[in-house]
């Protein structure tokens, strides 16, 4: 993978209840948004099946005008079962995420897209300038 099409964010181990300094956390929304308008998406279980429950989820961890602007620029997705439905596998996309079932590396696996899933451990303070460091290596869309 040379570029970045869409970038896929979980919020539960990524975003929230991770080590990482919220200043951190911030900067690595704020890249996405600004470098990758309209092609950042939730990815977890706030919002699946139709249904985007993020807002709640937000607004518990970041201030009000923050959490917004966050719920209008970062796009749903819809899915039911594996996150990996919602993935555009045709894309060149990083997938931020806390865990991967087998199920879904497989789905990865099969596509030849695994490298465009990246661990994220929330128990590393580091994370989320790991995260961004990785983004920042493809440059911007």
């Known amino acids: 993978m040379k570029k ?24 690595l929304l704020r890249y996405c948004m600004d470098n990758y308008p309209g092609a950042v998406y939730w990815l977890t279980t706030h919002c699946r099946g139709g249904v985007n429950r993020t ?8 201030d009000n005008e923050f959490a917004d602007e966050l719920y209008n620029k970062i796009l749903p997705t819809d899915w ?15 997938w931020f995420d806390d865990n ?28 989320a300038k790991k995260a961004l460091e990785h983004l920042r290596r493809f440059g911007t869309a």
């Open 4 to 27: 970045i099409d869409k970038i896929y964010l979980d919020i539960d181990g990524v975003i929230r209840g991770v080590a990482s300094p919220k200043e951190d956390v911030v900067k």
């Open 55 to 62: 807002d709640f989820v937000l607004h518990d961890t970041f």
């Open 80 to 94: 039911e079962a594996l996150k990996t439905e919602a993935i555009d596998m045709d894309s060149d996309f990083v």
């Open 100 to 127: 991967l079932f087998e199920s879904e590396r497989m789905v990865l696996e099969q596509n030849y897209v695994l490298d465009g899933f990246f661990l994220m451990n929330p128990k590393d303070s580091e994370m």
